[in-house]
C-alpha cells in the first residue's frame, strides 16, 4: 500500500520540505511525468504514448502562427501604454500552449476562453481587431462565436468552464459525440489558468463534466502564477493530478512545446468525440509579461525567474529544430518577420479607427427577444439623447 504523505507548513508561512519535495525547484523541469517532444535546446524526442509525425508544413504554420501571436500581444501592450487600450491582458511566453492546442481544434469543436487566450482566437480565423475592440471599450465582443466557434471573453474567473459543460452536455444530447462521422463528432475546449483552478465554479464543471462524461477538453495554462500568488500556495499535489479525485483522467504536457501540446490535446479532443467523456491538460508555461498591462510583476517574482524561463522560449526552440533539419529554406523567418510588421501596422492604424458605439447598441444582441421592461428603458434612454439634439453648445 502506498503511504500517505505529511505536508507541513514551516514558520514563516511557506510550505515545508515535503512539499518541496513533491514540487522541487519552483517546479522548473515540471516534473517527470510532463509529455514533451521538444527540448528546450529545440531536440526531438519520443513519448510512448503521445508521439507523432509532423510534416514540415505544419511545423512551419506553427512557427508562423506563435511569431503574429507574439507580435497582436506586444503591439496591444504598446497601445494600451499609449492610451489607447484601457487594459490588455498579456499572453507572452504562452504562445506554443495556445497555438497547439488552437490547431488540433476541428471546425465543428468549441472554444470556451478566458481573456487571454488570443492564439486560440487567432487559430478560430478572428480578426485581432475584434479583440482590441473589446478591450479599447469599443463593443463588448462584437465576433460572431457561432461562425468562429470561439465564445467571448469571460472576465469572470472560471464562469466559462460552466459554461462549456453545459455546452458540451448540449452536444452530447444533440447526437454529435460518438457517431464515428469525423465531420460531426465535436469536442468542447474550456481555457482557464492555475488560479482559476481554485474557483468554485471550475470544481464544479468538473464534477457535472464527470458525473454526465461531458465531451469537454479542461485545459488549464499553468503559468505558475495566480495574479501574484504562486502556484505553490495554491495546491499541495500537481494540477494535472486533480482529474483523479473527479473521475476523469489528467495529463500534464510542456506548454512551451508546440508539438506535444497539439499532440496532447489533439488525443484529449479525440477522446471527447468519440464518447469517452473529459480530460484535464495542465499545460505547463510561463506567463513572461505581466498578468495585465495594470500589473507589476517585478513586486512579487524573481528576474532569475523570469531568465531562466526565457530560455525555454516556444518560439526560438521551434525554429532551432527548423534550422537544424533544414526545414526552412532562406528567409522564410524574414518573411515571417515581415508579415509580423504589417499585421502590427494594421493593428496600430485599425484600433485608433475604431468608431465609439452608439449609446443605444448596449441594448443589442443580449436577447433574442427585449424583455418589456428593458424595451422601456431603452425607450427613455432614447427620449433622453434625443432631448440634446439641436441643443447649442
Known sequence: MRRSRTVTHAPDGEFGPDLAEVFGPRQSDGGPELVQLLTPEGERVRHPEFDREFSAEELRGFYRDMVLTRR???????????????????????????????RALRPQDFAFPTYREHGVAWCRGLDP????????????GSWDAQEHHFGNY??????QTLHATGYAMGVQ??????????DRDAAVIAYFGDGASSQGDVNEAFIFAASYNAPVVFFCQN??????????????????????????????????????????????????????????????TYRMGAHTTTDDPTRYRLSDDVENWKLKDP???LEAYLRRNGLVEDGFTDHVAAEAAELGERLRAGCKQLADPEP????????????P???????????????FEGAQA
Open 154 to 159: 469571460t472576465i469572470v474567473i472560471g464562469a
Open 129 to 140: 481587431l475584434k479583440l482590441l475592440g473589446l478591450f479599447r471599450g469599443v463593443d463588448q
Open 315 to 317: 518560439i526560438a526552440r
Open 72 to 102: 497582436i500581444d506586444t503591439e496591444s501592450t504598446a497601445l494600451q501604454r499609449h492610451g489607447e487600450l484601457g487594459i490588455w491582458a498579456q499572453l507572452l511566453g504562452q504562445e506554443a500552449a495556445q497555438i497547439g492546442s488552437g
Open 173 to 182: 444530447r444533440d447526437g454529435a459525440v460518438g457517431t464515428g462521422d469525423p
Open 373 to 387: 421592461e428593458l424595451a422601456e428603458q431603452r425607450d427613455g434612454y432614447a427620449a433622453y439623447l434625443a432631448s
Open 223 to 284: 503559468n505558475q502564477w495566480a495574479i501574484s500568488e504562486p502556484i505553490e500556495r495554491q495546491t499541495r499535489i500537481p494540477l494535472y493530478q486533480r482529474a483523479l479525485g473527479f473521475g476523469f483522467p489528467g495529463v500534464r504536457v510542456d506548454g512551451n512545446d508546440v508539438m506535444a501540446t497539439y499532440a496532447v490535446t489533439q488525443a484529449a479532443l479525440q477522446r471527447a468525440r468519440e464518447g469517452s467523456g473529459p480530460t484535464f491538460v495542465e499545460a505547463y
Open 360 to 371: 443605444l447598441s448596449v441594448f443589442d444582441h443580449v436577447y433574442a427577444d427585449l424583455p
